[in-house]
């Protein structure tokens, strides 16, 4: 919010943005997180939805940080929606 955002985050942004729909609010700051290049290096994971809570669950029991930060439907008008 306080609006410190590195270079990285601006080319990010200008490679990527044509392909993200913001779905609800349009929070900027939560905009400006997903393009952080600071972190695009976390481990990302895709499971069944059914097998999605007892695998958040044991994971969790090693990585406390661990969360569900998406889901994957059938392709629409852009690869990515976000919803703030």
Known sequence: ????????????????????????????????????PQTSGGLLCAVLAAEAKACLAELQAVAPGTRIIGYVTEKLDSAIYLEA
């Open 1 to 36: 919010d306080m609006g410190f955002i590195p270079a990285g985050a601006y080319r990010n942004r200008d490679l990527a943005e044509a392909g993200v729909r913001v779905a609800g609010e349009d929070a900027r700051a939560l905009q400006d997180i997903f393009y952080d």
